[in-house]
């Protein structure tokens, strides 16, 4: 892994110190969404990457609409394979979306984008995925390696790099191989729960088991409040939400009322790691 330190690439120190964090549950994958010249994936044009990094820290520290503190993301990754810190380990995220999913997971931006350089290089794919393995080796990052839609309404990380990220983030020329998970959620389970947890007492869990995974897909959804992303119980709030990703999926009416079915569970579960069973 070629590293390349704020010092190295000349970053701005950030405005206001920035929050550690012990772990996460993983890594999103982005994308500039902006254009990137087609030609910046020359050898020659190498030199000019350390200037876009400051150009992309310089951009985030300018929009007071965000209120950043520094550069979103973890690391940045060239085309070239150079992986350039941005916050590093151990740091708050402001890349993903909202604050939960800041918490939840690391960020590593490609230099790619939505014009001109559109397709990521195989050095970009090996730099990537040098970065998401320092931030599992030394940040506490978990195994999951998801695109930054992956949770949130947004194009990035672009459809490229989402499928890549799709088969598991192989480096080129290796095997895809979709990421592993050992989570499974029972479709009758939770269908159970939907029936039973909301009309009886508070805090009442039918199976919890099956409908954490299901809490915490909808928070990282945006549609449920983390304050309620993990008490296991599918009461009224939990039924409001899946509600809002039914009618996602294009749902309608009696088909949009917040009992699962296979198919949007399934579609959830591909989205955030679960496996749905009978």
Known sequence: MHLVT?????????????VQIASTRGVKVHYEGAAVPADLAKPENHPKCAGRVRTIQADHLANRKENYSDIAYSYVVCPHGSVFEGR??????????????????????????NSGLTQPTNAHLDGIRDAIELLQEQGGAGAEIK??????????????????????????????????TGIRVSLSHVVAAAHTDPDAAQGHTTFPADVRPVEAALVE?????PAFGDDGSFG??????????????????ANADGIPGESTLTALGSRHGFNVAA
């Open 6 to 18: 704020r010092a190295e690439w000349g970053a701005k120190p950030p405005r206001s110190p920035l």
């Open 236 to 253: 009224s709030r939990i039924i409001a939400a899946y509600a809002a990703f039914q009618r996602s999926q294009g749902l309608t009416g």
């Open 147 to 180: 695109g930054h839609r992956d949770g949130f309404p947004t194009l990035c990380p672009g459809d490229p790099l989402e499928a890549w990220v799709k088969k598991g983030a192989p480096r080129p020329g290796a095997p895809s191989t979709p990421p592993p």
């Open 221 to 225: 959804e945006g549609l449920l409040e």
């Open 88 to 113: 590093g380990l151990h740091k708050l995220q402001a890349a993903n979306g909202n604050h939960q999913l800041n918490l939840n997971h690391y960020s590593v931006c490609g230099m790619v984008g």
